[in-house]
């Protein structure tokens, strides 16, 4: 089975600093891909960033960056120059993959609720 | 542009009244979820599909119907709707069951039930 865990309920950065939001996972899949989610105020999820488990460099996308240490089953998003509208909750999921026989249901954290302050 | 589309956006149903909250999707993605997201909560997986014709339960099941005889269309039906169904529903879709394939999510249907 897999599992996700956000320790963090709550962040809080300045705007223009940078935050990272902690994501551990644990699964016992060979391959499985990681992503995180914005969930701005309005409710709709919008996709930030993939990792793969095999993918050597850490993924970027922009400000998004995120820190995967698999050894430590770690994928902590980091928000470079936080932005007021950067203010949302932030979900960390993975799925494995199906044609390895892996889980490829998505399984989500219960999300950490981040807030810029100016 | 349409990725996935989710109606009704709102709604509020007596309790023991049924409803169905639509899903399509245009993108010929095999696989389809709903998930329902209490306040404060994560995503909880109700059902999921990996083609037209196939449907599985996933973590809470129970009240809730779907059905998939469409690849496009994967409607979800509440039946004799309770309070513990207030939630905010969404529908999802993915191209592959492989692991780098991301999710492409409605906007979700917030219901309430009184």
């Known amino acids: 089975a897999q599992k996700i865990t956000q320790t963090q309920p709550g962040m809080f950065v300045q705007e223009k600093e940078a935050v990272t939001l902690d994501c551990t996972y644990d699964?016992?899949?060979?391959?499985?891909?990681l992503f995180w989610y914005k969930q701005p105020s309005s409710g709709e999820m919008i996709f930030l960033i993939y990792q793969g488990s095999y993918d050597q460099q850490n993924a970027t996308e922009g400000r998004y960056s995120l820190n995967f240490q698999k050894a430590r089953k770690s994928a902590n998003l980091v928000i470079s120059a936080s932005q007021l509208g950067d203010s949302a909750m932030y979900f960390c999921a993975m799925r494995g993959d199906h044609a390895s026989g892996g889980s490829y249901i998505p399984t989500f954290g219960r999300g950490t609720s981040l807030i810029v302050h100016p | 542009n349409a990725g996935v589309t989710q109606t009704p956006k709102f709604r509020i149903l007596k309790i023991g009244q049924s409803m169905t909250l639509q899903c399509t999707q245009d993108m010929n993605h095999n696989y389809m979820y709903w998930y329902r997201q209490d306040p404060g909560m994560g995503l909880k997986l109700i059902y999921y599909s990996v083609g037209a014709g196939i449907t599985d339960k996933g973590e809470v099941p129970n009240g809730y119907n779907v059905s998939r005889s469409t690849t496009e269309d994967f409607p979800l039906r509440l039946e004799l709707a309770a309070p513990s169904q207030t939630s905010v529903y969404f529908c999802a879709s993915s191209a592959s069951g492989t692991s780098n394939y991301g999710y492409t999510f409605g906007s979700g249907t917030r219901l309430t039930v009184v």
């Open positions: 699964t016992s899949d060979p391959s499985y891909g």
